[in-house]
Nanobody, 115 residues
């Protein structure tokens, strides 16, 4: 059974930083394309960033230069470091994994950027 434990829920002031973690069980993250997506109230879910098994990354234009995805294969965990946060980054963030026809999603973690 595939499970993700997401952590890093928080209320952050604009300009602040937050790191999200996604600890996976039931899959080996280094062979999957791992990613983070987000959904803000009233908006469609959007891809924030993905990292392939080969380490290639794809960032949304809105987060380039501010967010960084990383993967710790030994811990089977993926991270999302978010810097220079803006109110428009407020959303539920989802960790997900894709490989061939397999597609798994975490339960989501709330990030709120507000003063």
């Amino acid at each position: 059974q595939v499970q993700f434990v997401e952590s890093g829920v928080g209320l952050v002031q604009p300009g602040g930083s937050l790191r999200l973690s996604c600890a996976a069980s039931g899959i080996i993250v280094k062979i999957y394309t791992m990613g983070w997506s987000r959904q803000a109230p009233g908006k469609q879910r959007e891809l924030v960033v993905a990292i392939t098994s080969g380490g290639n990354t794809n960032y949304a234009d809105s987060v380039k230069g501010r967010f960084t995805i990383s993967r710790d294969n030994a811990k089977n965990t993926v991270y999302l470091q978010m810097n220079s946060l803006k109110p428009e980054d407020t959303a539920v963030y989802y960790c997900h994994a894709q490989w061939l026809s397999s597609d798994y999603w975490g339960q989501g973690t709330q990030v709120t950027v507000s003063s």
